[in-house]
């Protein structure tokens, strides 16, 4: 019971209390203490304060009924708007109801001087202090919502004044549009942005000491920064979001996300997000504010830009392109002056623990590129990985000159440094080189970025679509500490923005579990394109049938299953991409049931060590007895070639075995991309659709090196685990368990590379046939283009099977292939058939003349070679040619003497591939060791 309404009860029983004793009473609130009656007159009720009184800025009644309503729950929202004269607070909620704010025009902290002021004599710089000398400041609560409806509307935080927008992990400040928070469609540019104006250099001050008034872009007038003071302090920005921001004022002047206007280092900005913004991400005007976790996500132009004498300090920054290939432009475009190069103080920011994911945006204007470096700047790269697609642009750039540059002098004087820095694009121009204007070559880039030894370019660094690094990736130790370099830096030994244990945007950052308005409900039910059907093992079922002419994303929380020949887009038409979270299970429930990616089409299938994705079979979902071919497999279809594309040079179409008519593939094209598998199991599948013609695991036909294969699992299938006809796709982290055919086969042209591969037979002596069955072709032994792989690390482990049709065998070579193999472990236990063998003829006359080659590598079998003949039928001693005509080769007598389950025990030094692009320099032989487990958490069938 409230207190009022005790004391309402209480004054009416003391008075039937006094009724009893024959008092007269009258209710008032005048008491008269003379002799006699006692009068109590109540005052007329008056009403309760409302809970907006104290807000800042005005009620805006339309607004919040309207927000109300979208929202499903009660919002106050209070217009704001013009000069702010004193300190002022956003709270995020009144009374528990929540409070958002309507920017109605330019709402600005303190006040700054109009050109006209200064010529009437007016001080440049304006105090924008309190009565008591302190900063006029607008504080904000963590949680608060702020939104504009506008280009006209933005926020200016002026020289003297503070913001202090200190939001949390779990309730951060959140900047954005009316549609966002109407639930309407969001792009950018729907409304300004938020500009911080401090007392830091700029290059473009005054050289003759007077006072600095610089007036920043895209503010109307008198929004002006600059002056003496390197420390200056702005406030703070803290876990805070920014949306839809960069409204168009005029052609080609836009405002960004967050402008920083000559700011000081002791303003401080930590986790600070800007997503979707029209023109840059961040741009740094001079000063010196430095910053930690900045993400950067979908913005249209350049994510960093920087120039006139900026000299902050960045770490922990995460910068992606538009996910859906929209529009972008560079990550870093970073200037000290266009028209004085060198001009003082000069631009030279220290950077560390970048990650640059760009996407295939490309138009006559711009494209989507990485780093650009020009007109002068200077700066300090540690730890920074560049990476894209193969339609991106440029990921590294110097600007080069007439006859010289000083941006390349800089490089090459030591003011711009990279380190332990990796460029791993997937377009052949990880670097374009600064030219003069003759077209001569003023730096070589690649060569000046090797030349620093920690640095490397790579095209495997094992990082998901969200920048996060595999557990086994390069980058997770690649790294320097860079504390040691500045001791503001956070000590790290990775390199990029994350390591593959704490994903720091998690939980605020807009796409990464905040940065909403309200909390949204997760994605339920199936995706458009598939079908609801009966829940499958408790969980919600959706079944994918016929050709997918449009994209499609198979959402988390589901189970799919594969209703017939299932295609990803049409053969070279209706192109489409399937993109599966990870976690995902797709099943199949007959022979019929299979899955192809067409040529010019995509799969996305980006699992984790922690939610691998599964493509198995009915039985195996419902938790019944499995076995190999349950279901049909899966097939990429590229336009990389094959020898067996017609010899004249018309178009290739080459028909897939085991699959529909229709299924085609070959080309010309050996960079092709089909997409990424990362983190796939493949089990039960093979189903035998004639006598000897049984799908495949995964089946590779024409696919190119562009294409993303690492950390997959082809387990019990009925045919071979992987086959590539032709193509150049490589692959790294393969585990191929208890196939009853070939685990590896390739043939017809295949020339890619492949390293950590782990195949072991069944156990107790099930069906098997040979490791790697290797081919180029049956009736033109010495075709081209000739199948001639590179193959390292590969551990085969073979069992007892034996029949008079086959039997479990090691490597056998074939039909003219050609290889290059390098720290194998080939072993197996008694029973198992040979471990080596090349077929007579052309593929020995290749080992003899070293075109075939196997080095430090080891075999320990009952017959570890089969010897053969050349093609002049002369006796070829293959063991003779392995253990003295290679180097670094060696016998053992069992299994135990090279492997411990599936361990590498044998101490052979690996092969040095010196500065390979895909190949690791593994410390060992063999797939796997114990102390480097990247089977662990993700495999089936290792136990």
Wanted: some cysteine; hydrophobic content about 35%; glycine content about 12%.
């Amino acid at each position: 019971m409230k207190l009022m309404e005790i004391f309402k009860v209480s004054a009416v029983s003391s008075a039937l209390i006094l009724a009893g004793c024959g008092g007269d009473i009258n209710l008032s609130s005048e008491v008269d203490n003379s002799v006699g009656d006692t009068t109590i007159n109540n005052p007329e009720p008056t009403n309760p304060s409302n809970p907006t009184d104290n807000l800042a800025g005005t009620p805006n009644t339309t607004l919040s009924a309207q927000v109300s309503a979208v929202l499903g729950t009660e919002v106050y929202v209070q217009t704001i708007s013009g000069a702010i004269s004193e300190n002022t607070t956003l709270v995020a909620s009144a009374e528990g109801t929540p409070v958002f704010y309507a920017i109605d025009g330019a709402l600005e902290v303190g006040q700054g001087t109009t050109a006209s002021e200064s010529r009437q004599g007016a001080p440049a710089v304006k105090q924008n202090a309190n009565a008591d000398g302190s900063p006029i400041t607008l504080t904000i609560e963590p949680g608060a919502v702020i939104f504009g409806n506008s280009g006209s509307d933005y926020v200016v935080v002026h020289r003297g004044a503070k913001i202090m927008a200190e939001g949390t992990a779990q309730d951060p400040i959140i900047f954005t549009s009316l549609q966002d928070v109407q639930g309407e469609e969001t792009t950018a540019g729907q409304w300004g942005g938020l500009v911080i104006l401090g007392n830091a250099p700029s290059n473009k001050c005054p050289s003759d000491g007077s006072e600095c008034a610089l007036q920043v872009e895209g503010v109307e007038e008198g929004a002006v920064f600059g002056g003496t003071d390197w420390e200056d302090n702005s406030g703070i920005l803290k876990y805070v979001v920014v949306k839809y921001a960069g409204y168009e004022i005029a052609p080609d002047n836009e405002l960004n996300g967050v402008t920083f206007g000559g700011v000081g280092s002791g303003t401080q900005v930590d986790y600070l997000q800007v997503h979707a913004n029209a023109d840059d991400g961040v741009e740094f005007f001079g000063g010196a504010v430095d910053v930690k976790h900045l993400v950067l996500t979908g913005n249209k132009d350049d994510s960093v830009d920087w120039d006139n004498g900026y000299r902050g300090r960045l770490q922990h920054v995460f910068i992606q392109h538009d996910v859906n290939a929209g529009e972008a432009n560079r990550a870093i475009e970073a200037d000290n002056d266009g028209s004085t190069p060198d001009k003082e103080p000069q631009s030279n920011p220290t950077i560390a623990n970048m990650t640059i994911i760009g996407n295939n945006f490309d138009t006559a204007d711009k494209d989507s590129e990485g780093i650009y470096l020009r007109e002068g700047t200077a700066g300090k790269f540690y730890n920074v990985v560049v990476t894209g697609p193969e339609e991106m642009g440029e990921c590294l750039e110097f600007e080069g000159g007439d006859s010289s540059s000083v941006t390349v002098d800089n490089a090459n004087s030591g003011k711009i440094v990279f380190q332990n820095s990796v460029m791993a694009c997937a377009n052949g121009e990880n670097f374009k080189n600064a030219k003069a204007a003759d077209d001569s070559t003023l730096l070589d880039l690649e060569a000046w970025f090797l030349a620093e030894q920690s640095n490397s370019v790579s095209t495997s660094i094992l990082i998901d679509n969200t920048g996060v690094p595999d557990a086994n990736s390069s980058l997770i130790d690649g790294g320097q500490d860079v504390a040691l370099v500045d001791g503001w830096f956070d000590t790290t030994s990775h390199i990029g923005a994350f390591d593959s244990e704490n994903d720091w945007r998690q939980g605020w950052a807009f796409g990464f579990g905040g940065g909403e308005v309200t909390a949204q409900a997760p994605v339920q039910g199936c995706p458009m394109g598939t079908t609801a059907i009966t829940a499958v093992a408790g969980q919600s079922a959706c079944e994918i049938s016929g050709t997918l002419t449009s994209d499609l994303r198979l959402t988390a929380n589901n189970i799919y299953a594969l209703n017939g020949p299932v295609f990803v887009g049409e053969d070279k038409a209706n192109s489409s991409t399937l993109t599966i979270d990870a976690g995902v299970t797709i099943f199949g429930r007959s022979g019929n049931d299979y899955l192809v990616v067409s040529r010019d089409s995509k799969i996305e299938a980006n699992g984790t060590s922690a939610n691998p994705i599964t493509f198995t079979s009915s039985q195996d979902v419902n938790g019944e007895e499995t076995g190999s071919g349950q279901w049909g497999g899966i097939v990429l279809l590229g336009n990389a070639p094959s020898n067996k594309c017609p010899s004249d040079g018309s178009a290739c179409a080459l028909q897939v075995e085991g699959v529909e008519e229709g299924a085609v593939f070959g080309g010309t094209d050996w960079n092709d991309n089909s997409g990424t598998l990362r983190y796939v199991v493949v089990k039960h599948a093979g189903y035998e659709i004639a006598p000897d013609n049984e799908l495949n695991g995964i089946t590779f036909g024409g696919v190119g090196a562009a294409t993303t294969v690492e950390y997959i699992q082809v387990h019990e299938n009925a045919d071979d685990g992987i086959e590539f006809f032709g193509g150049a796709v490589n692959a790294k982290y393969v585990v191929l368990t208890a196939n009853k055919d070939d685990s590896v086969d390739w043939d017809n042209g295949y020339r890619g590379n492949m390293q950590y591969v782990l195949v072991k037979h069944a156990d107790n002596d099930g069906e098997a046939n040979r490791a790697i069955e290797a081919d180029n072709d049956g009736s033109t032994p010495g075709k081209e283009p000739q199948s001639n792989p590179t193959i390292a690390n590969m551990t085969i482990i073979g069992n007892g099977f034996d029949t008079a049709d086959k039997d479990s065998e090691g490597i056998y070579l074939r039909e003219g292939t050609r290889a290059q193999l390098h720290n194998f472990v080939v072993t197996g236990g008694a029973g198992m058939g040979e471990c080596l063998e090349l077929e007579a003829g052309l593929t020995v006359d290749q080992a003899v003349a070293s075109d075939t080659v196997i080095t430090n590598s080891v075999f320990a079998c009952d017959e570890n070679f089969k010897n053969t003949a050349d093609s002049s039928d002369a006796s070829f001693d293959l063991g003779n040619w392995v253990l003295n005509a290679m180097m670094d080769n060696s016998t053992q007598e069992n299994i135990s003497d090279v492997l411990s389950g599936i361990y590498t025990t044998d101490a052979t030094q690996a092969y040095d591939f010196g500065a390979s692009t895909f190949f690791d320099n593994a410390s060992h032989i063999g797939a796997v060791t114990a102390d480097n487990d990247w089977t662990a958490g993700w495999t089936v069938g290792l136990e």
